[in-house]
C-alpha cells in the first residue's frame, strides 16, 4: 500500500532557530500534500495544502511565512517552521494524495513532535 | 457547513463489547467518508471508508453505517480489543475539493 515516511520523527530546538520536517512518498507519486498541525487531545488542524511545483495554499490564520512549504517534486514535500518560538511546539503531520485513487488515496506520514525551548 | 460532529468525545468499552462512535455532517456536497485510527505520538491511519451510495461497509470487525437521509454516519467496532483503545476521527470530503474535514475524535478505551 501506499507509504509516506516523514523525518524526524522528534525534534528539540532553541527558540530563534528553524527545522525543516521531509514528507516523502515511498511508492507513489504524491500530487497534492498537506500538512497539518495537531495539539494534544484535540482533531488535526489542517495548515496548508500544496500541490507539486506550485505554491502552498495556507488555511486562514496560518503564517505563510513563518511556515514554509516547498512541494518541489511528486514525492518530497517540506515544511520549514522559521524562527521558532514555544508556541510553535505541536505535533505536525504531513498527508499525500494519490491523485486518480478511487478512495481519494490520503496517507498519513507518522508525524513529527516539535518542541522549541 | 464545512463541519463533521462527532461524539463521543471519549468512550469505555469492556472487551468483547461493541463500540459505537457518530459523526453528523450538514453539507450535503460530500462524497467521501473515511475513518481513521490513531495511536498516540503517531499519524492517522485509514480503518475504512465509505461512500454515499450504500448504507453499510464492512471489513472484518468495522463496519460504517451510513445515513444518507439524515446526514449521519457512524462506527462499529465488533468484538472490541485492548488493542483497539485508540483515538478514532471521522472525516469527509468532496471530490475535487482535496481537503478532508475532520471530526473532533473519540478516545476509546477498551478494558480487558
Known amino acids: 500500500g501506499a507509504v509516506v515516511s516523514q523525518h524526524p520523527s522528534w525534534v528539540i530546538c532553541k527558540s530563534g532557530t528553524s527545522v525543516k520536517i521531509e514528507c516523502r512518498s515511498l511508492d507513489f507519486q504524491a500530487t497534492t500534500m498537506f500538512w497539518y498541525r495537531q495539539f494534544p487531545k484535540q482533531s488535526l488542524m489542517l495548515m496548508a495544502t500544496?500541490?507539486?511545483?506550485?505554491?502552498?495554499?495556507?488555511e486562514q490564520g496560518v503564517e505563510k511565512d513563518k511556515f514554509l512549504i516547498n512541494h518541489a517534486s511528486l514525492t518530497l514535500s517540506t515544511l520549514t517552521v522559521t524562527s521558532a518560538h514555544p508556541e510553535d511546539s505541536s505535533f505536525y503531520i504531513c498527508?499525500?494524495?494519490?491523485?486518480?485513487?478511487?478512495?481519494?488515496?490520503?496517507?498519513f506520514g507518522s508525524g513529527t513532535r516539535l518542541t522549541v525551548v | 457547513q464545512q463541519q463533521v460532529k462527532q461524539s463521543p468525545q471519549s468512550l469505555i468499552v469492556q472487551k468483547g463489547g461493541i463500540s459505537i462512535i457518530n459523526c453528523a455532517y450538514e453539507n450535503t456536497a460530500f462524497d467521501y467518508f473515511p475513518w481513521y485510527q490513531q495511536f498516540p505520538g503517531k499519524g492517522p491511519a485509514l480503518l475504512i471508508a465509505i461512500r454515499p451510495d450504500v448504507s453499510e461497509k464492512k471489513e472484518g470487525r468495522f463496519t460504517i453505517s451510513f445515513n444518507k437521509s439524515a446526514k449521519q454516519f457512524s462506527l462499529h467496532i465488533m468484538d472490541s480489543q485492548p488493542g483497539d483503545s485508540a483515538t478514532y476521527f471521522c472525516?469527509?470530503?468532496?471530490?475535487?475539493?482535496?481537503?478532508?474535514?475532520f471530526g473532533q475524535g473519540t478516545r476509546l478505551t477498551i478494558n480487558p
Open positions: 472525516a469527509a470530503t468532496i471530490q475535487g475539493a482535496q481537503k478532508l474535514v
Open positions: 500544496s500541490n507539486e511545483g506550485s505554491k502552498a495554499t495556507y
Open positions: 498527508s499525500a494524495r494519490t491523485h486518480g485513487s478511487p478512495t481519494y488515496g490520503y496517507t
